[in-house]
T-cell receptor, first 115, second 115 residues
């Protein structure tokens, strides 16, 4: 079945440091790829997405490139802020029958950014 | 409302009690999903509706779990004879249409604790 493996946390960085959170996937079809973020006390929010190979999703200074050859979708940000502290989830969407394109999530990576 | 609304936000149930969790999706959204998120884990798919039709219930962990969306808008997830392993956050999500790459919008979740 489909699966997502992402870097285990927690990750602790100082403000303005470079961030990479690794994500690789296994899918039987041709999935779309997503990063969701969960800020403390809030629900899951879509951060960015990419729907085909070599697409780059970007939002709020975060970027991730859909790499089909390495089945990866690593999240990067050049300079993190304290407000980026959250749990980050990598996910894929693939057809699972009956018009259902359900999301399959990784386990999440807790990021803490210190001032 | 502007987003996916879930109630109750927090529920403590005694083992063996039945619970009902409600989801109000974004108005007009065709697709509705339920996910279960255990502590420290990513969300796991439970079930999917397209309008009022439940097209996929492959993720429901047992026959104690039942979901409905009778009029194609509000949905209820019911758990009968709750067990301690049912303790989790139950997330509802909706999407304006079906299809790969569609953005899925999540509610803040219903936190269920079974004691």
């Amino acid at each position: 079945g489909d699966s997502v493996t992402q870097m285990e946390g927690p990750v602790t960085l100082s403000e303005e440091a470079f961030l990479t959170i690794n994500c690789t996937y296994t899918a039987t079809g041709y999935p779309s790829l997503f990063w969701y973020v969960q800020y403390p006390g809030e629900g899951l929010q879509l951060l960015l997405k990419a729907t085909k190979a070599d697409d780059k999703g970007s939002n709020k200074g975060f970027e991730a490139t859909y790499r089909k050859e390495t089945t990866s979708f690593h999240l990067e940000k050049g300079s993190v802020q304290v407000s980026d502290s959250a749990v980050y989830f990598c996910a894929l969407s693939a057809y699972s029958g009956g018009s259902n394109y359900k999301l399959t999530f990784g386990k999440g990576t807790l990021l803490t950014v210190n001032p | 409302g502007a987003g996916v609304s879930q109630s109750p936000r927090y529920k403590v149930a005694k083992r063996g009690q039945d619970v009902a969790l409600r989801c109000d999706p974004i108005s007009g959204h065709v697709s509705l999903f339920w996910y279960q998120q255990a502590l420290g884990q990513g969300p796991e798919f439970l079930t999917y509706f397209q309008n009022e039709a439940q097209l996929d219930k492959s993720g429901l962990p047992s026959d104690r779990f039942f979901a409905e969306r009778p009029e194609g808008s509000v949905s209820t997830l019911k758990i009968q004879r709750t067990q301690q392993e049912d303790s989790a956050v139950y997330l509802c999500a909706s999407s304006p249409k079906t299809g790969l790459g569609n953005t899925i919008y999540f509610g803040e979740g219903s936190w269920l604790t079974v004691v």
